[in-house]
């Protein structure tokens, strides 16, 4: 797909990936339509929205059913780190919202201007949507929430030819990634990749219409052998638990 020319609605375009993304996307001579409550520092386009609350929501997905661009990213995203049972019923509400509501409802208000214009919407999710992790319930939960949305999506717009394209990345060193989620990378000795280079890797996604992509190995590997021999990997994260327990302070 060229991306010159084009206009794209990306949401999350405040944070660490959304900012390097923004950067390629320029470079490239796309026009950015930035989805979220804060304009984003690199200026273009801005179209307020709290993703967070359902009103929010609408308001962005009619704005953008009236004004549809060529192509959406899906980048925001809220995360949760701990016990399944302390998560807040409001904190849990906000990242249901965010991570799958949200895309799901954005992408309704394009689908009739995508499937005209030939245009594409990509979904960046996490390998905790393939490899649900202890200690990340609801979070792993969204995310595969998303996957699987893609790929229903993917297949029912097959005959439009619509790319639908979902990139899952591993850890990302951004500031959602907070002290105790960075201990316990450290412990498992989990790699953590630089913003840009997961947008240079959505950049080339949207270029070649790559489906579906994991990004970081042995993660590529792990997504295969959770979904052929999940109790197998049920053992392997058998450590992980206690350490994460350790670093959550909790029994």
């Not at 990340?136 to 949305?149: E, N, Q």
């Not at 590529?220 to 450590?239: E, Q, S, W």
């Given at each position: 797909m060229?991306?010159?020319?084009k206009t794209v609605?990306?949401?999350g375009?405040?944070g660490?990936?959304g900012l390097?993304l923004a ?6 001579g796309a026009?950015?339509?930035?989805i979220?409550?804060q ?8 179209l307020?929205?709290?993703?967070s609350?359902?009103e929010g ?16 990213i899906?980048?925001?995203g809220q995360?949760?780190?701990g016990?399944?049972?302390t998560?807040d019923p409001?904190s ?9 509501y949200?895309?799901i ?6 689908l009739?201007?995508?499937k005209?214009?030939q245009?594409a ?5 996490s390998?905790?949507g393939a490899?649900?992790f202890p200690h990340f319930?609801?979070y ?7 996957k699987a949305?893609?790929e ?5 717009l097959?005959?439009e ?6 990139v899952?990345?591993?850890g990302v060193d951004t500031?959602m ?5 960075r201990?316990l ?5 989990s790699a953590m990749?630089h913003?840009d280079t997961?947008?240079a ?5 949207l270029?070649e219409e790559?489906?579906?992509i994991y ?5 590529k590997?792990?997504v295969?052998?959770?979904?052929l ?7 392997a994260l058998?450590k ?5 327990r350790?670093?959550l302070?909790?029994?």
């Amino acid at each position: 797909m060229q991306l010159k020319g084009k206009t794209v609605a990306l949401t999350g375009a405040s944070g660490g990936i959304g900012l390097a993304l923004a950067e390629r996307l320029l470079e490239a001579g796309a026009r950015i339509i930035a989805i979220g409550r804060q304009a984003p520092a690199w200026g273009g386009t801005h179209l307020p929205a709290d993703l967070s609350t359902m009103e929010g929501c609408e308001a962005a997905a009619l704005k953008l059913a009236q004004t549809p661009p060529d192509i959406l990213i899906h980048l925001a995203g809220q995360q949760y780190f701990g016990p399944a049972e302390t998560q807040d019923p409001a904190s849990l509400a906000r990242l249901l919202q965010v991570n799958l509501y949200a895309p799901i409802r954005l992408t309704q208000a394009v689908l009739p201007s995508l499937k005209q214009k030939q245009g594409a919407v990509m979904f960046v999710s996490s390998t905790f949507g393939a490899i649900p992790f202890p200690h990340f319930a609801s979070y792993s939960a969204t995310k595969a929430g998303m996957k699987a949305f893609a790929e229903a999506l993917r297949r029912e717009l097959s005959p439009e030819g619509v790319p639908v394209i979902h990139v899952a990345p591993r850890g990302v060193d951004t500031l959602m990634n907070g002290p105790k989620v960075r201990a316990l990378m450290q412990v498992t000795k989990s790699a953590m990749d630089h913003p840009d280079t997961v947008a240079a890797i959505l950049i080339k996604a949207l270029q070649e219409e790559t489906p579906e992509i994991y990004i970081g190995f042995p993660e590529k590997l792990f997504v295969r052998i959770n979904a052929l021999l999940p109790r197998l990997v049920d053992k392997a994260l058998g450590k992980d638990v206690v350490r994460a327990r350790e670093i959550l302070a909790y029994p």
